[in-house]
């Protein structure tokens, strides 16, 4: 079965650094790509950026682009989002998803990673 | 960039069909495929149409997807209605390195 598992959820203070994963099994991690998602309270999906586990090539959406990093490890098949400095907007829940590149199709999706700012 | 345009809000009876829109606000609905996942409450989001049309195995074919060019939208149809089908509805498409998600439509069954 293929899937996708993230790490749990975190409470964090402003100005604070994280990194969150995301672990693929039952299939081939470098032969398809890994995306990243927002979802803010009450609010709709947003697509962050998406990397290339096979040779960590990155593309960013220009609405998170220097406010987070993507990266993977694809010997323990993990792909990882961190902030370097955390604010009270970032509370949201996280969603990492295997990305078929053509059609660029979410599918299957992690459970999610809420991650709560506040001091 | 562009955007995809969706109703905030339907709602129909339980039997009843429903339709969601999808519009496109530039560049051809038809040059880039686009995909629906359904989200319930409290849950991860799960693919209910790809590839404009396409169904996954387990979704039921009271699913259906189409696009319409001359409106420049795509379309999720749901047939015969089941209170089970009550959740949040995406629609997501992508131009060259960009991916863009619909603002979500919530369909209550009532």
């Known amino acids: 079965e293929v899937q996708l598992v993230q790490s749990g959820a975190e409470v964090k203070k402003p100005g604070e650094s994280l990194r969150i994963s995301c672990k693929g099994s039952g299939y081939n991690f470098t032969s398809y790509w890994i995306t990243w998602v927002r979802q803010m309270p009450g609010k709709g999906l947003e697509w962050m950026g998406r990397?290339?586990?096979?040779?960590?090539?990155?593309d960013y959406s220009p609405s998170f682009q220097g406010h987070v990093t993507i990266s993977a490890d694809k010997s323990i098949s993990t792909a990882y989002l961190q902030w370097s400095s955390l604010k009270a907007s970032d509370t949201a829940m996280y969603y990492c998803?295997?990305?078929?590149?053509?059609?660029?199709?979410?599918?299957?999706w992690g459970q999610g990673t809420l991650v709560t700012v506040s001091s | 960039n562009f955007m995809l345009t969706q109703p905030h809000s339907v709602s129909e009876s339980p039997g009843k069909t429903v339709i969601i829109s999808c519009t496109r606000s530039s560049g051809s609905i038809a040059s880039n495929y686009v995909q629906w996942y359904q989200q319930r409450p409290g849950s991860s989001p799960t693919t209910v149409i790809y590839?404009?049309?396409?169904?996954p195995s387990g979704v039921p074919d009271r699913f259906s997807g189409s696009i319409d060019s001359s409106s420049n939208s795509a379309s999720l149809t749901i047939s015969g209605l089941k209170t089970e089908d009550e959740a949040d509805y995406y629609c997501q498409s992508y131009d060259s390195s960009t991916l863009v998600f619909g603002g979500g439509t919530k369909l209550t069954v009532l």
């Open positions: 590839e404009d049309n396409q169904r």
């Open positions: 998803a295997r990305l078929w590149v053509i059609p660029n199709w979410f599918d299957p």
């Open positions: 990397i290339d586990p096979s040779d960590s090539y990155i």
